[in-house]
Nanobody, 117 residues
Framework: QVQLVESGGGLVQPGGSLRLSCTGSGSTSGIAAMGWYRQATGKQRDMVATISIRGRENYVDAVKGRFTISRNNAKNTVYLQMNSLKPEDTAVYYC???????????WGQGTQVTVSS
């Protein structure tokens, strides 16, 4: 079993920054891609950013140039640096990890990000 624990969410004013972290524990061997999704109230969960085990990054257009994803494979941790935040970035952010050994995707519990003045 593997657990992903997120941290770093909170309330920030428009234009501000937050850094989310997500660390895996337990059966973390075989983790491949990691990344972040978000779900605003009443909407579906959408991809925000992903990063391959070799560091290839992918972003949804809405966050390009503002968000940066990174990872530390030795610590089984993925980060999301969010700058120039906008009210429309308000959502619960979920991290995920794909495990090629088990063929599954594991999710974190989510962390709330609220952008408001």
């Amino acid at each position: 079993q593997v657990q992903l624990v997120e941290s770093g969410g909170g309330l920030v004013q428009p234009g501000g920054s937050l850094r989310l972290s997500c660390t895996g524990s337990g059966s973390t061997s075989g983790i491949a891609a990691m990344g972040w999704y978000r779900q605003a109230t009443g909407k579906q969960r959408d991809m925000v950013a992903t990063i391959s085990i070799r560091g290839r990054e992918n972003y949804v257009d809405a966050v390009k140039g503002r968000f940066t994803i990174s990872r530390n494979n030795a610590k089984n941790t993925v980060y999301l640096q969010m700058n120039s935040l906008k009210p429309e970035d308000t959502a619960v952010y979920y991290c995920f990890a794909d495990r090629y050994l088990y063929g599954d995707r594991v999710w974190g519990q989510g962390t709330q990000v609220t952008v408001s003045s």
